[in-house]
C-alpha cells in the first residue's frame, strides 16, 4: 500500500528535491497535497505530474487543473495538514508559517518529516510535548539531524551528540575579510546550494547554533552534551558518543536526496536517487576542528539562549532573521547581525513558559524592535 504525503513548501528547495524523490520512488507513494507561496507556474506543472487533491497557496490564483481544491493563506495550510488521510507531512516551508500546519498535523496524529528550523527554535517544548500526547513521529529531514537519527541505536547508550558545520565561505579568511564581506561573497557556500537565508546563516554559524537548539528538543539532550565541530568537506554529517566511547558517525557526499528519503521512508531503507556509490579513496582525507568563537559568535549566543530556555530562542531566530533581510538588502555589514542580534536579545524579557500565541507575540515584537534598531542605527 502506498504511503499518502503532503509536502508544504512544495516549490521550494527542500520541496523540489523531495518531489524527485517520490517520483523515483512512486510506487510506495500517493501524494494527497502540495502547497506553494507564489510560485504558481511552477505549482501548476507539479499538479500537472504528481495529481494532488488538494494544493494550498498564498493568494488567489489561477490553479489549471479544475478538479484540485485549492485553499488558501495560513487557514489553508492548516487545514491541508489536518487531513487525516495522511500518513506523513512534509514541512518544507521556512520560518514561521510551519509552526501552526505542523502543530495542526500533529494534533490529528500524522507524522512529521520536518525541514522548518523555526518549528523546534521557536516552540520545541510545546511541539516536542504535543507529539509525544498523540504518539506523532517527528523525523528529521535537516543532514545534521538526520545522521544523528541514524547513528542512534539506543538513546539511553548515548552521552554525546556531535553536529558538523562546513564553516561556510569564510572559514579560512581574516578576521578583517570577514567583517568587509559582500552579499555577494557570503552567498558563494563551498557546498551547498541553498536559499539565501540559511546560506548567510551558513556564513556567520547561525544555522548550527540553531541546529543545536534544534537537537536538544528533537532527541533530549542537555546543551552540554551537544559538541559543534567544523568539517569543511561535509562529508560526516553529524555523529554520536556512546558512553563506552565509540563514536557512530553517519557518512556521504553532500545531498540533501538522501536526508528526505531516510525521513518520508523510514523504518526503511530503499533505492531511490544516489549520484554515485561513495568512496573513502576518492574522498583522500577529512579535516576537523574546532569552531572559532571570535569569529562565529552567533554560536555562542544560541547555546546561551538554548540553556535559558522559553522564548529566548525565539528572539534570537526572529532578530538574527531581521537582520539577515538586513544584510542582504545592504543595509548593514555581515558583523552587525550578531551585534543586533545580540542587543535585541538582551534587551527582551525573557517568558520561562510561553503559550503558543506568546511565543508569536514575541516573534512579532522581536521583529519590529529589531527593524526600528536597525532604522536608527543603519540608515
Not at 500537472?48 to 489549471?64: G, L, M, Q, R
Not at 569569529?295 to 532578530?319: D, P, Q, W, Y
Not at 544584510?327 to 542587543?343: G, M, V, W
Request: charged share 25%.
Amino acid at each position: 500500500m502506498k504511503k499518502k504525503i503532503t509536502i508544504i513548501g512544495s516549490t521550494g528547495s527542500i520541496g523540489t528535491q523531495a518531489l524527485e524523490v517520490i517520483e523515483k520512488i512512486s510506487d510506495k507513494f500517493e501524494i494527497i497535497g502540495l502547497s506553494a507561496g507564489t510560485n504558481v507556474d511552477l505549482l501548476n506543472q507539479q499538479i500537472a505530474k504528481f495529481h494532488p487533491k488538494k494544493v494550498c497557496i498564498s493568494t488567489k490564483a489561477e490553479i489549471i487543473d479544475k478538479s484540485v481544491k485549492v485553499l488558501y493563506g495560513d487557514t489553508g495550510l492548516e487545514e491541508l495538514c489536518s487531513d487525516k488521510e495522511n500518513d506523513i507531512i512534509l514541512v518544507a516551508v521556512s520560518g514561521k508559517i510551519g509552526l501552526r500546519p505542523t502543530i495542526s498535523a500533529i494534533k490529528n496524529g500524522i507524522d512529521i518529516a520536518l525541514a522548518n528550523k523555526e518549528t523546534l527554535v521557536m516552540a520545541g517544548d510545546i511541539v516536542i510535548d504535543l507529539a509525544k500526547k498523540y504518539n506523532v513521529n517527528i523525523l528529521p529531514v535537516d543532514s545534521e539531524h538526520s545522521a544523528i537519527h541514524q547513528c542512534i541505536k539506543d538513546i539511553s547508550q548515548v552521552s554525546k551528540l556531535i553536529i558538523t558545520a562546513s564553516g561556510g565561505p569564510f572559514l579560512h579568511k581574516t578576521l578583517e575579510e570577514m567583517r568587509n564581506a559582500t552579499v555577494e561573497q557570503t552567498l558563494k557556500h563551498p557546498r551547498w546550494n541553498m536559499g539565501k537565508k540559511i546560506t548567510v546563516d551558513s556564513a556567520t554559524l547561525m544555522n548550527k547554533g540553531l541546529e543545536v537548539i534544534e537537537a536538544h528538543h528533537l532527541f533530549g539532550f542537555d546543551y552540554d552534551d551537544i559538541e559543534v565541530v567544523i568539517h569543511p568537506q561535509s562529508i560526516v554529517h553529524s555523529a554520536v558518543e556512546y558512553k563506552d566511547g565509540s563514536v557512530v558517525a553517519q557518512l556521504g557526499l553532500p545531498s540533501m536526496h538522501i536526508p528526505i528519503q531516510y525521513a518520508i521512508t523510514y523504518p526503511n531503507r530503499v533505492e531511490g536517487i544516489k549520484s554515485k556509490s561513495f568512496s573513502f579513496a576518492e574522498i583522500a582525507h577529512l579535516d576537523f576542528e574546532k569552531p572559532d568563537f571570535d569569529k562565529f559568535k552567533t554560536v555562542s549566543l544560541a547555546f546561551e539562549a538554548g540553556r535559558t530556555g522559553g522564548n529566548a530562542t525565539t528572539i534570537i531566530n526572529a532578530a538574527n532573521e531581521e537582520a539577515v533581510f538586513a544584510f542582504l538588502a545592504n543595509k548593514i555589514k555581515l558583523f552587525d547581525i550578531y551585534s543586533i542580534t545580540e542587543k535585541i536579545y538582551s534587551e527582551t524579557n525573557v517568558i520561562k513558559t510561553p503559550t503558543l500565541e506568546e511565543i508569536f507575540e514575541t516573534d512579532s515584537e522581536t521583529r519590529f524592535k529589531t527593524r526600528e534598531l536597525i532604522k536608527k542605527y543603519f540608515n
